[in-house]
Every structure is written in structure tokens, then in C-alpha cells.
């Protein structure tokens, strides 16, 4: 008995030994464990789920998507998937198209060479490499612009590739007077394989920093939504959105001591200097091609035939006569003067979420209203939020940033508001308008980190308008830029036009109405920047505002 109990006092002992053991190295590393719900450390990657193939050759990783997420994505990254060339690596600039060698020719139209209004115009343009062969592939990038510069009018051309160095320009005939074709060679089809590859290979090179802090300590770490898994990271994927965003742990400070977000810089090169050739002003990037022959035709009235091509099914979404927009389909796009805005809006609360070319709606507004008083927020220049009141009115405006990947000046971490969240938060109703844009942050990263953001943004849209019939929610496409090589490759057009092309099968069949900045900056005559100037902005408000009060 006594030989029993010595025992019992030894496995006691010991027991209590062992407890205080656990106990002090719990508290000890504590830190290191990260058992805050706010963020967790990651020390391997986690396994890819994406099952298209595309993906899988990039270190982008990601919370497994439900089977129906899963299909939609692949459905729409098949259905989006740009021509590949068929020149074999390496490719040689002289092999690729060179718009000095490529021409456009305007096809017969009626008998006698006559073009009506409602008649469609078509274009066949061949391309040619830089020793003037004909190409045999499709895969370029090709805009196409038909304008009157007096009567300021101009419409975008419907493009089709037809997969052998041929492609087909088809307008609409939408007035009455000269119509000039103009055909722009964006990028060869050599550059966007180039762009594709960047994309999958080097998605961080745009990075992104944040600052930790706590009492005297300070550590700065790199952050994104990919990070190269070659130290501990922490993990800051929204629990609610399930939006990924990660940083390097810091050495000596927890997770939880991240204070804010800002752009870090670009890396330096990352591309090679015979891909570079493929990115030239003046030579292969956003040049325009010359005409074999007319370069303009002569619209007459309307008449009793109407010349289609069978080339495409769908035209543009509108267009401008003495430079105001006219939407074809949808509502009518009227004229508001700062009195008739005050009348729209009274009553009203419209939220603006996204980037800065959302931002420039809300500044114009700001400008156009006398009683709409911008409340200072304190908030960081280009970064916000803002707010602004008319309380005369009862008007109501605010402005958000969307959440990472972000390429602004520093913000709060307490700043940083997914849209999708933001959503959840609003009551919603028929004095409810919800803006939103988001597209111009995402350049360097593969299509599947925008369908996914898109995605959690559709669910809440869904869910606003369920509890919230009434509500308008109004979405703004991206827009054509001025491309050198650092924009190229950071935040292409190609990259911007395969992003419309997924919001608008994302959103389809919803309740909600599209701004088509793309073919607003387009069709327009002034040259294409990231943030359009004021008469192309002073359009897309007129067509918002049109939605908001239709007539």
C-alpha cells in the first residue's frame, strides 16, 4: 500500500510537472501561435484548388471554391480565353505584326458604293509581320474607332479574329456625314502571351508593404495576395468574404500588430530584353494601322434596306453625336444641368465603392452641386473614404476605396473595407444607389483572383437586392489607357478588356445596370488615360444620373 501511494505522489508530481510545462510554453509562444481570430500565421502554402490548368503554373494558392463556384470559373475562363499564337519560343519582334506593314480595307457596301444610316459598315484588316509577310495567326489586340471630328461623333467596331492573320471590323452607321475608320493595334498577339505569362509567373511584381507595430517595435514586411512561400506568413484572408490577403510574419512582432497598407513599388527586371521589344511606343504599342485605299465613306439618310454583316451579332452599346452619349438599348441618357442633379438626388443616399475612376464620379459631383458639402473626414488623400451632404436637399454621397490589392498612398488597416462587406452592411431601398468599379488595381494578377472577388461581390449584390428590391446598383467598367511599358505590363488594356468581359457574364441576368466606360472612352475623341477627362466623365454621370431618374 505504502510502495502504491510513493507511486501515486511520483505520477503526480510528474503530472503536475508536465502541466506547468504546457502551460508555461503555451504562454511563451503564445505569440508565435497566433490564436486570434483576426489573422493566423501560414508556414507552408496551401494547395492550389484551382483546376484549370493555367492556374496551377502559378504560387497563388487559395481556399477551395464549392462546385459551383468552381465550374463558373472555368466556364469563364474558357469562354474568355484569348487566340495563342503559334510562333515557337523564342519569338523574334520582326516575326510578330507590325502595323507599319498591316493595312485595313473598307468592303463594298450597297450598289454604287452607298452607305445609309442603320446600315453596318465592314472593314477587313490583314496583318503583316516586320519583313511585310502576311501573318498566318490571330491573337492580336486590335481597337476600332469610327468618328467625325466636327459633328463629334464617333462609335466603336465590333472586332472579330479570324484566327489567320485576318480580322474583321464591323460599325454601325449611326449619322449622317463622313465617317472616318480608325484601326489601332494595341498589342501583337506575340505581346500578350507575354502578358498572359506574367501574370501566372510573376504576379508580385507590383508588391505591396504594411508597417507592424507595437510600443517601440517596428517591422515593415512585404504583403500581397501571392506571396512566394519562403518564410512564415500571416494570414489576413477576410473571414467573411473569404478574400485572400497575406504578409511575412516580422521577425519580432505578432500578426496582429499590422497598422497599415500601402504600395511598395515594382520589381525590376522582370522581363527580358527581347520581350521588352514586343512593348514600343511608336512602333508595336497602340499604333495605328494605315488604310490600302479610303480611309472614310460618305453616310447618307436612312433608307429602306438595311446592309448587315453576318460577321457579328451584337453592337456597340451606344455612342456620341456633338459629344454627348446616346445609349442604344436600355434607358435614355439625358442632359443634367446642377439644378436638375439637385432634383435627381434629393433624397437620396448613393454609395460609390472601388477605385479612383469611381472617385472622379463623386468629385464631379462634389464640383457640379453648390449645396453638396464634402465633410471632412481626415481621411488620406486619394485613399478616403469621403462623405458629402446637402442637408437642404437630404442628399447623401460617400465614397469608399475597395479592399486589397490596392496601389494607393498609405491606409489604415481599419480602412480597409471589402466591397462585398460593405454591402452586407446597408439597409438598402428605393432612396438607396450603389455604385461600384473595380477592375484597375488587378493588372498583374491571374483572371482567377478578380472572378473570385467578383464572385463574393455578386453574393452580396444578391443578397441586397433580396432584402431590398428597390435598390439601384449601378456597375462602371474599366476604360482604355495611355500605354508605355510600365503600364503595359502592370495594367494592359488587354488585361482591362478580358476583365469587362468577365464582369458582364458575371452580372448577367441580374437587377443591376452597366456603365460601359470602355466604349464611352473609346468612341470618344480625346486620347485614352487611366482617369478619362472631364466631358467623357461628365457622360458616364449623365448616364448614371439616368438611371437614378429615368424619364
Same mark, same amino acid.
Given at each position: ?29 503564445? @505569440? ?242 527581347? @520581350? ?55 434607358? #435614355? ?21 472601388? @477605385? ?41 454621397? #460617400? ?66 437586392? @433580396? ?85
Amino acid at each position: 500500500m505504502k510502495a502504491t501511494a510513493c507511486l501515486r505522489k511520483e505520477y503526480g508530481a510528474l503530472l503536475l510537472c508536465l502541466a506547468a510545462f504546457v502551460v508555461i510554453f503555451v504562454l511563451r509562444y503564445m @505569440d508565435n501561435l497566433q490564436f486570434q481570430p483576426k489573422s493566423t500565421i501560414i508556414m507552408v502554402a496551401h494547395q492550389s484548388v484551382s483546376t484549370h490548368p493555367h492556374m496551377n503554373r502559378s504560387f497563388c494558392t487559395f481556399q477551395p471554391l464549392s462546385p459551383e463556384d468552381a465550374l463558373e470559373e472555368n466556364l469563364i475562363l474558357d469562354s474568355t480565353a484569348w487566340p495563342e499564337t503559334l510562333l515557337p519560343a523564342p519569338i523574334f519582334l520582326e516575326q510578330t505584326s507590325d502595323p507599319a506593314h498591316s493595312t485595313f480595307t473598307i468592303l463594298p457596301g450597297r450598289k454604287e458604293g452607298e452607305w445609309h444610316v442603320g446600315d453596318q459598315l465592314q472593314v477587313m484588316i490583314q496583318t503583316s509581320d516586320f519583313q511585310g509577310r502576311p501573318k498566318k495567326s490571330g491573337g492580336d489586340f486590335l481597337l476600332a474607332r469610327l468618328h467625325n471630328r466636327k459633328l463629334e461623333a464617333g462609335v466603336v467596331g465590333q472586332v472579330v479574329d479570324h484566327l489567320n492573320g485576318s480580322y474583321s471590323a464591323v460599325f454601325s452607321l449611326l449619322w449622317e456625314g463622313d465617317a472616318q475608320v480608325e484601326v489601332t493595334l494595341v498589342h501583337p498577339g506575340e505581346a500578350i502571351s507575354v502578358l498572359n505569362r506574367l501574370n501566372r509567373e510573376q504576379p508580385d511584381r507590383i508588391y505591396f508593404k504594411s508597417l507592424f507595430r507595437s510600443g517601440s517595435l517596428s517591422e515593415t514586411t512585404l504583403c500581397d495576395v501571392c506571396l512566394r512561400p519562403t518564410q512564415p506568413l500571416c494570414n489576413y484572408t477576410d473571414l467573411r468574404t473569404g478574400e485572400p490577403w497575406f504578409c511575412y510574419k516580422p521577425k519580432n512582432l505578432s500578426c496582429d500588430t499590422r497598422i497599415n497598407h500601402y504600395m511598395g513599388g515594382s520589381k525590376q527586371n522582370f522581363l527580358n530584353a527581347n @520581350d521588352e521589344k514586343l512593348f514600343q511606343r511608336g512602333v508595336n504599342l497602340k499604333v495605328s494601322i494605315r488604310a490600302s485605299g479610303p480611309a472614310s465613306v460618305t453616310v447618307l439618310p436612312q433608307g429602306q434596306l438595311k446592309v448587315k454583316s453576318s460577321t457579328v451579332t451584337s453592337g456597340p452599346s451606344g455612342y456620341y453625336y456633338q459629344g454627348v452619349w446616346r445609349a442604344l438599348g436600355g434607358t #435614355t441618357v439625358r442632359e443634367f444641368s446642377a439644378s436638375a442633379i439637385s432634383q435627381c438626388l434629393k433624397g437620396k443616399v448613393v454609395h460609390m465603392y472601388g @477605385d479612383s475612376t469611381v472617385r472622379q464620379w463623386f468629385e464631379f459631383l462634389n464640383a457640379a452641386l453648390p449645396g453638396l458639402k464634402e465633410f471632412d473626414l481626415h481621411s488620406p488623400k486619394q485613399a478616403g473614404p469621403y462623405m458629402s451632404l446637402d442637408y437642404a436637399n437630404n442628399i447623401l454621397l #460617400t465614397s469608399r476605396f475597395h479592399g486589397p490589392p490596392i496601389r494607393i498612398v498609405v491606409v489604415s488597416t481599419s480602412e480597409l473595407r471589402y466591397i462585398a462587406n460593405e454591402l452586407d452592411g446597408l439597409i438598402g431601398g428605393p432612396n438607396i444607389v450603389v455604385v461600384f468599379g473595380i477592375w484597375a488595381h488587378f493588372g498583374t494578377f491571374p483572371m482567377e483572383i478578380y472572378i473570385r472577388r467578383l464572385q463574393s461581390i455578386r453574393r452580396a449584390v444578391v443578397r441586397l437586392l @433580396d432584402r431590398a428590391p428597390g435598390t439601384l446598383v449601378v456597375i462602371r467598367t474599366g476604360n482604355p489607357k495611355n500605354l508605355n511599358l510600365f503600364v503595359s505590363l502592370t495594367n494592359s488594356d488587354w488585361h482591362s478588356l478580358q476583365c469587362n468581359k468577365v464582369l458582364r457574364a458575371m452580372f448577367k441576368g441580374l437587377n443591376v445596370h452597366l456603365i460601359d466606360a470602355w466604349e464611352m472612352t473609346l468612341a470618344h475623341h480625346l486620347p485614352h488615360n487611366l482617369h478619362p477627362p472631364p466631358p467623357i466623365i461628365k457622360n458616364m454621370v449623365n448616364h448614371l444620373l439616368s438611371y437614378i431618374c429615368p424619364q
